[in-house]
Every structure is written in structure tokens, then in C-alpha cells.
């Protein structure tokens, strides 16, 4: 398994489009607080802890100690969650949260592994009419995502575990890039 998860880093390490994907979204991000936008995350079970978990690193801290920026992942309203998955649908969760707290020149970040998550596609259907630059983190083939976002970075694997390994060094990446840029440390 460690062999397994090496050689996906070892691809995205020999992958210049992908590591200037990383790039372009990290400048992404640090357009959008810059502008005073918010950063939004989104993804299902390990994807939705991938997404608390960056949002956490830029609300919160990364390296050092800094103003929080406003970043936050969609899903830990359970409230608001569960109730809109009952009384609409499972699909339109992430994208009312969206309509009711996105707004132009703010960002959204997309995590699935297969890209084809019906809820998540939803959300990205609604950042889109907002204004709302997004940012696609998926499995090798992109999924539905493909085509649908600002910015896709697929990991080069099929293997979800794998997959996951790998989103999170890339949010790490983009986290401590934006955190540098903007406080200057």
C-alpha cells in the first residue's frame, strides 16, 4: 500500500500539467480572499473529512499563527443538511447551501474521487450561475466534473484510497502556497 501510494506521488510529481493546475489553483484561492470572497468546500464521507479538514487549515491555521480566512466546508450544518436532504432531496444540499451563502467572487472546491457525485454536481451547476469560480479535485478520469468546472485536478489513479492520499497533499500544497502568499512568511 505504501508502494502504491508513492508511486501516485511520484506520477503527480512528473505531471508539469498537473503541478501548474496546483499552481493556478492556489492563485485561485488567493484571488479570491484577496477580493474578500469566501472559500467553500464540498465532498462525500472521506471527501467531506478532506474538506473540513482544509477548510479548518485556512479558517483556522496552517503553519503559522495569521488572520483566519473565510473558508468553510458545506456539510457541517447537519440541521441544514438533514433537513434539506428530507424535505428536497440528497442531491440538493451542497446546492442550497450555495444559493443561500455564495455569492460572485467567492470559489468552491470539489472533492470526489469519481467526480460523478450527483449532490456535488449540483453544487458546482449552482456556483456556476452564481459566479462562483470552481475547483474540481477527482479520481484520473475527472467523472461528470469534466467539463463542468473552472479547474480540474485529477489525481492519476483509480484507486480511491489512493486518490484521497493524494487530494489531500495537493489541499496541503494549496493551503501552505496560499497561506505564504498572503501573509508573507
Known sequence: ?????????????SDPDLLKKIEQASATLIQTFRKGGRVFFCGNGGSAADAQHLAAELSGRFYFDRNPLPAEALHVNTSFLTAVANDYSWEEAFARYMKAHGKKGDALVAISTSGNSANIIRAIEVAKELGIRIIGLTGSTGGMMKGRVDLLLPVPSDDTPRIQEAQILIGHIICQ????????K
Open 1 to 13: 500500500m505504501i508502494s502504491a501510494s508513492i508511486r501516485v506521488k511520484e506520477k503527480m510529481l
Open 177 to 184: 502556497q496560499v497561506e505564504s502568499e498572503l501573509f508573507g
